[in-house]
């Protein structure tokens, strides 16, 4: 069945580090691909997605690119900041238009 | 700008009581959804809802049912509350489409059954 994989966490980083979420996912064809942000206490929100192989979304100095043939959609930004702190949540659509997401990754930026 | 709102953020209720969640989206979104998150398990579907009237179970459906009477409102309820049931409910919204359409959430409400 189709499933997504993210790393666990939570992940602390200092201001202006690299950051590197990794995602890979289970699924039969060609899935859409997302990631949501989720900060302190409200909803999840839409950082970036990609609907086709080799498709880079960005959003926010953030980007991942769907990598077929490693199934994989790892999120990057180069520099992080505090306001970056939340939890990550990589997701698919799947061919019979079901969301699956992953289990969500915290992050925490300190100054 | 998109938005879908939740009747309540925060909710405490008392076991057995029989309790109501209302999500109302403004997009004129076909499909709508009920999710609940938990701690390391991420989110998982309740229930979902393609059209007025219609409704899909989800993968953990027991003890929720759902109504849909109008399209922009849709309900999630829970018959007889149980300590099992505390968690953070999302709604989401997506139009009908062919398959890369992004899902919007509500803020949550964040449900303590005692």
């Known amino acids: 069945g189709n499933s997504v994989t993210q790393m666990e966490g939570p992940v602390t980083l200092s201001e202006e580090a690299f950051l590197t979420i990794n995602c890979t996912y289970t699924a039969t064809g060609y899935p859409s691909l997302f990631w949501y942000v989720q900060y302190p206490g409200e909803g999840l929100q839409l950082l970036l997605k990609?609907?086709?192989?080799?498709d880079k979304g960005s959003n926010k100095g953030f980007e991942a690119t769907y990598r077929k043939e490693t199934t994989s959609f790892h999120l990057e930004k180069g520099s992080v900041q505090v306001s970056d702190s939340a939890v990550y949540f990589c997701?698919?659509?799947?061919?019979?238009?079901?969301?699956?997401f992953g289990t969500g990754t915290r992050l925490k930026v300190l100054a | 700008d998109v938005k879908v709102t939740q009747s309540s953020r925060y909710l405490v209720k008392r076991t057995g009581e029989k309790v109501f969640l209302e999500c109302v989206q403004d997009?004129?979104?076909?499909?709508m959804f009920w999710y609940r998150q938990d701690p390391g398990l991420g989110l998982r579907l309740i229930y979902f809802s393609y059209d007025v009237k219609m409704k899909e179970k989800g993968d953990i459906p027991e003890g929720y049912s759902v109504s849909r009477e109008k399209k922009e409102r849709f309900s999630l309820i829970l018959e007889s509350a149980s300590t099992n049931q505390t968690s953070m409910y999302l709604c989401?919204?997506?139009?009908?489409?062919?398959?890369?359409?992004?899902?919007?959430f509500g803020p949550g409400t964040r449900l303590l059954v005692l």
């Open positions: 997701a698919l659509l799947s061919r019979t238009y079901k969301y699956i």
């Open positions: 989401a919204s997506t139009r009908a489409g062919g398959g890369r359409e992004t899902q919007y």
């Open positions: 990609a609907t086709k192989a080799d």
């Open positions: 997009m004129d979104h076909e499909n």
